[in-house]
């Protein structure tokens, strides 16, 4: 049995958050760079169908892919390195393997046999993994197993990766991270938690390829060795993994380490040009080189886990590096503003974004934030519970609809600017039944989001259950509020704009999941740059105060 696709697995050892996603989307791009054509999965071991149900301070963002899955926040990693889109077959939960063996099994898929771990179970891992290869696009597909090798939970996708293994010799490849931690009191790395965890591999029946160590100190050519014979890999596959100062280095510490030479090798892969990457330099230069540093500030209410916001917060790294800016993220709590006097926390801020969400706590907190952004003229950026407190806070404040409020809340309030999407009304399931993937949006002429995207009709990703009321867009457009952006078929309000305000708009999709390091979505890129000449007007109003 042979394959035209190669399958590369990387797993983790010692200890989680090593960065397999970092690493394993650093040797997809140094691979595409290349000339070959990439993709990259995730295998989480929870029994969760998908993330979407989680809370993310369970499990950091849920990223929503452009055909509606709700998946793990590192395949927003993958499509920011590699510009590429991925899909529902990018992630798969052990939930999702046992969901799908049970549905067989009811079905009399297995004519009456036992229904087993081994072989099936493992099968429908294996189908799942090959799915991507078998569609005949890819020149390697790059698995990421979750969780740490020993934990009870991977061990069915441990043994399926060895049985492929077995069926495909020679086009399957296992890398594995681990860590050399550093003792400060005997100013040593070392090496034995990795001797261990490459040991708990071989016990499971499979031989690590190639070992990329996470490290804080540079490793000798000594250690190199130490560890190649004692884990029986050569010396050039001992890969060194030290701290970074931003995840968008790993790439080029990768190919300084040479990963892409020993993978090419060991999976007869014939190397074309050594990757140039001209972009991606450019990118890093920018980031690393700013001639110019805003303030933005980030309302939401899982701040205290950054990961519940890592697609925003990396899409305003690439907002900045493409206007040569630094931008500082002041995280603040949603909470902290019901309590304290807006212009206290936010005075200083060179632009206000309200971030998703879901749930009451915190919700007065953000409809105070946009009220600052909007009574002081501050850039300001809604996304979904974002835009739809935006919502709220005009009709409560502008067109004086007291105790306007979402149905989310507060079902029986007076005026339901922002109410249940009339599809939702009676799906009684929480997991992935939210208007979930891509939808279009048609844009207005002659609007702000216009000149944004320079384009009349757009696909951007959805998450939501509720909408804004079209039974108040008279009232909104009274006041001067200007949807920008309707769905042609449903005719849902995806955009509202202020056209009197230096910059404002609230948008019901999703942004920060198209962002990526090669395109910086044009929506963060502007309102970057919105910030900037805020900042700047700000300076030169300070220094003419000073003079005068």
């Known amino acids: 049995m042979s394959s035209t696709t190669k399958y590369i697995f990387v797993t983790g050892g010692v200890t989680s958050s090593l960065g397999k996603g970092i690493v394993s989307a650093s040797l997809a791009k140094l691979l595409q760079s290349r000339g070959f054509s990439v993709t990259i999965q995730k295998l989480d071991p929870y029994i969760n169908v998908d993330p979407g149900t989680l809370n993310p301070y369970e499990h950091g963002e849920c990223y929503v892919t452009e055909d509606g899955a709700e998946t793990d926040l590192d395949l927003g990693h993958y499509e920011r390195f590699l510009d590429v889109q991925t899909s529902q077959d990018n992630n798969v939960t052990t939930g999702r393997i046992y969901q799908s063996v049970i549905n067989k099994e009811r079905k009399g898929d297995y004519l009456g046999k036992t229904v087993q771990v081994i072989p099936h179970i493992t099968n429908e891992i294996k189908d799942h993994i090959k799915q991507l290869g078998e569609k005949n696009i890819y020149d390697v597909v790059i698995t990421e197993i979750g969780g740490t090798v020993g934990d009870i939970e991977s061990?069915?996708?441990?043994?399926?990766?060895?049985?492929?293994?077995?069926?495909?010799?020679?086009?399957?490849?296992?890398?594995?991270?681990?860590?050399?931690?550093?003792?400060?009191?005997?100013?040593?790395?070392?090496?034995?938690?990795?001797?261990?965890s490459v040991k708990t591999l071989l016990e499971y029946g499979i031989q690590p390829d190639i070992l990329v160590c996470r490290t804080e100190h540079h490793l000798t050519e000594d250690l190199?060795?130490?560890?190649?014979?004692?884990?029986?890999?050569?010396?050039?596959?001992?890969i060194e993994s030290i701290d970074a100062s931003t995840i968008y280095e790993v790439p080029l510490l990768m190919q300084e380490e040479g990963l892409d030479e020993v993978v090419c090798e060991q999976l007869n892969l014939k190397k074309s040009e050594k990757p140039a990457l001209k972009k991606w330099k450019e990118f890093l230069f920018n980031h690393s080189h700013p001639e110019k540093e805003i303030k933005i500030g980030l309302i939401g209410k899982y701040v205290e886990l950054k990961d519940s916001y890592i697609s925003i917060a990396e899409s305003l790294i690439h907002a900045g590096a493409k206007n040569k800016c630094k931008v500082n993220i002041e995280w603040i709590h949603s909470s902290k503003l019901e309590d304290e006097k807006c212009n206290e926390v936010l005075k200083g801020l060179n632009g206000i974004l309200v971030a998703?969400?879901?749930?009451?706590r915190g919700i007065e907190g953000k409809i105070n934030a946009v009220n600052y952004a909007r009574e002081s003229n501050i850039p300001f950026l809604?996304?979904?519970?974002?835009?739809?407190?935006?919502?709220?806070?005009?009709?409560?404040?502008?067109?004086?609809?007291?105790?306007?409020?979402?149905?989310?809340?507060?079902?029986?309030?007076?005026?339901?600017?922002?109410?249940?999407?009339?599809?939702?009304?009676?799906?009684e399931n929480m997991g992935g039944t939210m208007r979930l993937g891509a939808y279009e949006c048609e844009i207005k002429s002659d609007s702000l989001l216009s000149s944004i995207y320079q384009k009349d009709l757009i696909k951007e990703r959805h998450r939501h259950r509720f909408e804004f009321n079209n039974d108040f867009i008279n009232q909104f457009n009274e006041k001067g509020i200007v949807f920008s952006g309707i769905n042609p078929k449903n005719n849902l309000v995806e955009t509202i704009e202020i056209p009197s305000h230096r910059w404002f708009v609230g948008v019901q999709f999703h942004p920060e999941y198209k962002s990526t390091v090669i395109n910086p979505h044009p929506l963060f890129v502007n309102f970057v740059n919105a910030a900037i000449d805020f900042s700047k007007e700000k300076i030169e109003l300070i220094s003419e105060t000073q003079h005068s």
């Open 382 to 427: 809604g996304i979904c519970l974002g835009m739809q407190c935006a919502v709220i806070e005009i009709a409560r404040n502008v067109i004086q609809l007291n105790g306007a409020h979402t149905t989310e809340i507060d079902e029986n309030n007076p005026f339901p600017v922002i109410s249940k999407i009339e599809e939702q009304k009676q799906i």
């Open 155 to 196: 061990l069915p996708f441990i043994e399926a990766i060895r049985q492929l293994h077995w069926e495909l010799p020679k086009d399957v490849l296992f890398i594995h991270l681990t860590l050399i931690p550093y003792l400060a009191t005997s100013g040593e790395l070392k090496t034995k938690p990795t001797q261990h």
């Open 356 to 360: 998703p969400g879901f749930g009451s």
């Open 224 to 238: 190199r060795k130490k560890i190649a014979l004692f884990c029986n890999v050569e010396q050039k596959a001992v």
